[in-house]
């Protein structure tokens, strides 16, 4: 273990893998049951990214997300039963169960939302680091998106405008490699995507995205740069997406030698090897992951017991209401 982290943080970036590991692992039985409705992306594989980044923000701090975002709601601090309820579209969740997986969004957790629109998260958090300079508040905004968003405009656009406004934001290129089931070697030519943070003289750090330790250092630099008045940064985190791009998607386009190796070197597991060997005993890990199945289960029976939303309140919560009642 780096003597930069101290066992009280090695454990907390344990816990946090943890909770997304299992709460991943319990919706995709829940979805295969019909419990939960529409599309699922799990984030199962790539836990390590979303808690090294959000285990150095504060709740004041702004994070924006993807259409895989249940990981980066819980890394920012999000309570089981709460998102479960929404997953399940019920009246409980988050949002009431008007969001649901894709958009699900915690604005008081400093969680400005889960996002279908791929990209659509990158000027949402660039918006958001302009608003933190323009009020002369201390907040960071960090955006969390895939490789294949990195061929969108608006990741271009956000990168340029956050250069040369210096603006207080980080960019997290998760790289699992696949754009749905396109390889990134049909879409990009570029050898690594951190590259492209060159063109607006954006400073840009690769890392090992299975390895929380340094996930956790490398946006400990990002975030205190973009804090201090230091500007934003690039993050390529490269990673594995160990199940299909959505629940519906049985991977046939994979290398199956290739998958089997990413599911050997799990981030998870590395990390209680590391702490083990640090002196942390293995009862605490053992409570950490007790606690969590505890809580995971009280989740979901909350969510299986709450009501759904009542059809009289479609109306509540959004902003253009009118266009629904002229419709
Ligand atoms: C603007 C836009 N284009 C296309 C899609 C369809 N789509 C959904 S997810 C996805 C792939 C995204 O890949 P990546 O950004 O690498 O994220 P990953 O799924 O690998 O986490 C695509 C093309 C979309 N939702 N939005």
Same mark, same amino acid.
Request: no cysteine.
């Given at each position: 273990m780096d003597p930069q982290i101290s066992i009280e943080v090695g454990q907390r970036l344990y816990e946090m893998m943890v909770r997304i590991r299992k709460f991943e692992e319990a919706v995709v039985e829940l979805f295969a049951r019909g419990k939960i409705p529409g599309f699922l992306h799990t984030y199962i594989g790539e836990e390590a990214v979303a808690v090294g980044v959000c285990c150095n923000l504060t709740i004041e701090d702004k994070i924006t997300s993807t259409h895989r975002g249940h990981g980066h709601l819980i890394a920012k601090g999000a309570e089981f039963d709460k998102a479960m309820a929404e997953l399940f579209g019920k009246a409980t969740g988050y949002n009431k169960g008007k969001g649901g997986s894709m958009h699900i969004a915690e604005p008081d957790l400093g969680m400005l939302? @889960? *996002?279908?629109? %791929? +990209?659509? &998260?990158?000027?949402? +958090?660039?918006?958001?680091?302009?608003? @933190?300079?323009?009020?002369?508040?201390?907040? %960071? @905004? %960090? /955006?969390?998106?895939?490789? &294949? +968003?990195? *061929? $969108? &405009? /608006?990741?271009? $656009? /956000?990168? *340029?405008? @956050? /250069?040369v406004w210096n603006l207080p934001v980080v960019f997290v290129c998760e790289n699992n490699e696949f754009a749905e089931s396109t390889p990134r070697s049909q879409n990009q030519k570029i050898k690594d995507i951190a590259i492209r943070a060159m063109a607006y003289d954006i400073p840009s750090m690769i890392v090992d995205g299975n390895n929380v330790e340094a996930v956790y250092l490398a946006a400990r630099e990002a975030i205190t740069r973009a804090r201090t008045g230091g500007g934003p940064t690039l993050i390529e985190a490269k990673t594995t997406r160990w199940r299909g791009h959505h629940e519906a998607d049985n991977q046939s386009y994979r290398n199956k030698e290739e998958l089997k190796a990413a599911l050997a070197n799990d981030a998870v597991a590395r990390w209680a090897t590391q702490l083990l060997a640090a002196g942390v005993p293995q009862a605490t890990l053992d409570a950490i992951n007790e606690k969590t199945a505890q809580e995971l289960k009280l989740a979901i029976e909350f969510a299986e017991t709450s009501p759904l939303p009542n059809p009289a309140d479609a109306n509540a919560d959004i902003f253009t209401p009118f266009i629904f009642e002229e419709i």
């Open positions: 939302g @889960a *996002n279908a629109i %791929v +990209a659509a &998260g990158i000027p949402i +958090a660039t918006g958001a680091a302009l608003t @933190a300079q323009y009020l002369g508040k201390d907040w %960071v @905004a %960090v /955006s969390f998106f895939g490789d &294949g +968003a990195s *061929n $969108e &405009g /608006s990741f271009h $656009e /956000s990168l *340029n405008l @956050a /250069s």
